[in-house]
């Protein structure tokens, strides 16, 4: 694998909780998976993909976890439009 050299822009995963921690009150299938935090943040040291790494983000946090993503991109949305909201706040008042 190559070597990602430190200061880069990397995602990690930090497991947070496994399924045996996880609150016996979460529904069955949630409970069968870790919960996890998805960090970005620029590299301390080099590493490699699948690797321990640790990271610090944008506001001083240190965080340590499975290095995931190299210049990890947003991928969200807020799904497809709705043509009934366009005009909200578009008419005039009667």
């Known amino acids: 694998m190559a070597k990602i050299v430190a200061g880069t822009w990397v995602e990690i995963e930090q497991i ?6 996880r609150a016996p009150t979460l529904p069955e299938d949630t409970k069968k998976v870790p ?5 970005a943040g620029f590299l301390l040291a080099d590493a490699e993909l ?3 790494a640790r990271i610090r983000t944008l506001i001083g946090r240190e965080l340590e976890g499975t290095l995931k993503a190299v210049n990890p991109s947003y991928t969200h949305s ?3 439009v709705v043509p009934e909201l366009l005009t909200i706040g578009l008419k005039e008042a009667a």
Do not use: R, W
């Open 16 to 21: 947070i909780l496994t399924p045996a921690e």
């Open 35 to 39: 919960y996890v935090l998805n960090a």
């Open 50 to 52: 699948g690797a321990p």
């Open 78 to 80: 807020f799904g497809a």
